[in-house]
């Protein structure tokens, strides 16, 4: 029990930090952002998918070693979730 309460958590935590990413990213939508976020389960667990692609994105970064096709796919992966934020905010689902 005490397992699934720690990665609910820790699911809750990158929720968060991508939820904080996208509103610096997005600043124009911060406010709907947050609204989106609270109201809908969907939209928070892509704030987490976000949460997650920028952290690994930031870890190999940091990595000389990392290679480079990976750090531009998760450069990818970060911009299409931007973009289905967007979509999402203005209700092209």
Known sequence: ?????????????????????L??????TRGTI????????????????YGEACSVLDRMRRDRSADPAIITEYEIICAEIEADVIRILLGDQ
């Open 1 to 21: 029990m005490v397992r699934k309460e720690s990665v609910a958590h820790i699911t809750r935590q990158t929720a968060e930090q991508g939820l904080a990413r």
């Open 23 to 28: 509103m610096m990213r997005l600043p124009a």
């Open 34 to 49: 947050r609204v989106a976020a609270a109201s809908q389960p969907h939209f928070y667990e892509l704030c987490g998918a």
